[in-house]
């Protein structure tokens, strides 16, 4: 018989989680107002709200924890992180920030100016949060399979070149402050964009003079999916791939959180010195002085040993295994899902789940509270509450795809919580024509609404 696959890793300490009865958690949604970012963590059996800071550090990164030096100029720790940047990325000058949001104000402060344009493959929300703050506008220039739940694309989270040369023809040099690139694209579902696209943005970017940023906060995923995708590149190291990857790009953007396997932390990284300088003045407002930017020194030592474990192939065969592993379980009772399976999260497409819960009726927030009403699993959102209301009409946006993204943590929850995922899954599946109704708006803030919207079901 053939061996099986198992993690590449073995469990040292671990944390209680514990089930509750579903009429304690109807009592918990309701008193959350119906946002499961109100719940509170122990209402939650498996957390699958985000990937974002909930990793598991190995034992070598907590035992670089502890050497961090924690000197306000000139730390060690500082170095070190330079260091694994310098060797695996390939960038010369980065300063440090306290998340990935903190990295994106710090640049834009420098570059982005009233009625800007920003194109880019779906900007994540915090990214096009910090573009429309200073007035300017996120332009989508992601391909149309991305958009298609069904279409098996290898890489959606490219570019189409002909819709981003529309933006680079209809508007002056000076219009546009750079291309961001956003690797994988969280926002179609976890998909990776090609070599092929990052070269040839970056050959036409350079035609126009637009500097070219990724957000890399999903950058090993991403690689991976090149190397078992992409002709040519299979026998290539995922850190070949890295090193070639972001030779394409003029400037980083990172949320540690992420592929930095760390609980916070962020950095921007850049090739010119002279922005370099300019970043470092707000960086200095913001963040903290250039050489610990919102990070303490152990955690900037923890996230250069998370960097180098990130961009080895046993890590990331674990890592793409298990979404996988819970993707394949839910196309196998046909659940709808965004295909090719995500490399962070699975997506349900809700609107093919929930067919009749109408649009204005939030139908992938009914299906997380769903969710969360039958197993405790809490997922989120990416959707018309997430897509916030247009700033100029102040009417909702629709957007094309409407997601329940059930985010998988690295290194830490087991199949076995996947299997209890899916089966809850595939039990509202099987009810999901009683479900014709959702939520209703009873309170919202004016930007980034879907941390703190209070919500009530439309049928009480
Ligand atoms: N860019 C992408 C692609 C992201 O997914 C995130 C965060 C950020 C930037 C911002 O980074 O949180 O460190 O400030 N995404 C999290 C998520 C929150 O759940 O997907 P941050």
């Known amino acids: 018989m053939e061996i099986p696959f198992a993690e590449s890793y073995k469990i040292k300490m671990v944390e209680p989680i514990y089930r509750s009865a579903r009429e304690q958690r109807q009592q918990w949604i309701k008193d959350a107002r119906y946002n499961l970012f109100n719940l509170r963590s122990e209402q939650v059996y498996i957390d699958l709200l985000t990937d974002s800071g909930t990793g598991a550090m190995s034992h070598n990164q907590w035992a670089a924890l502890m050497t961090g030096d924690e000197s306000y100029a000139g730390s060690s720790s500082y170095y070190n992180l330079k260091n694994a940047i310098q060797e695996l990325l390939g960038f010369e000058h980065f300063l440090p920030t306290h998340q990935g949001r903190a990295a994106e104000n710090v640049l834009f402060s420098v570059w982005v100016k009233k009625g800007n344009v920003v194109p880019g493959n779906s900007h994540f929300d915090t990214t096009k949060g910090h573009i429309e703050f200073r007035d300017a506008s996120a332009i989508d220039c992601t391909i149309d399979e991305a958009f298609d739940t069904g279409s098996q694309h290898p890489f959606k989270g490219n570019l189409d070149l002909l819709k981003l040369e529309e933006v680079y023809k209809n508007h002056h040099r000076e219009e546009i402050p750079m291309v961001i690139v956003t690797l994988t694209c969280n926002t179609s579902g976890g998909q990776p964009v090609s070599m092929h696209n ?97 990070m303490a020194g152990r955690d900037m030592n923890a996230l250069a040993v998370g960097l180098h474990e990130v961009t080895t192939e046993h890590y990331l065969e674990t890592r793409i295994r298990q979404v996988e592993f819970l993707g394949n379980k839910l196309l196998t009772w046909g659940i709808p899902i965004q295909n090719p399976i995500g490399g962070h999260a699975v997506f349900i497409d809700a609107k093919h789940f929930l067919e009749y819960v109408p649009k204005e009726e939030f139908v992938a927030q009914t299906l997380a509270i769903e969710l969360y009403l039958e197993a405790g699993v809490r997922g989120v959102e990416v959707g018309t509450l997430l897509a916030d209301r247009d700033p100029h009409t102040k009417e909702n946006r629709y957007p094309k795809l409407e997601m329940l993204r059930l985010a998988i943590p690295r290194r830490t929850y087991t199949n076995n919580h996947m299997e209890v995922v899916a089966v809850a899954l595939k039990n509202i599946y099987d009810r999901r024509d009683s479900i014709r109704h959702g939520y209703k708006i009873v309170s919202e803030a004016p930007i980034m609404r879907h941390f703190s919207v209070e919500l009530g079901p439309v049928i009480a």
Do not use: C
Request: no cysteine; charged share 25%; hydrophobic share 40%.
């Open 198 to 294: 990052l070269r040839e943005v970056h050959k036409m970017s350079n035609k126009y003079g637009i500097p070219v940023v990724f957000d890399s906060a999903r950058f090993a995923e991403n690689a991976w999916f090149i190397k078992e995708r992409e002709p040519g590149y299979a026998d290539k190291s995922i850190r070949q791939i890295v090193t070639e990857m972001f030779s394409y790009a003029d400037v980083m953007t990172m949320s540690s959180k992420k592929d930095g396997i760390v609980n916070i932390g962020g950095f921007i990284a850049m090739r010119d010195k002279e922005l370099f300088k300019q970043s470092s003045v707000f960086n200095i407002m913001y963040e903290g002085f250039n050489t610990y930017g919102g």
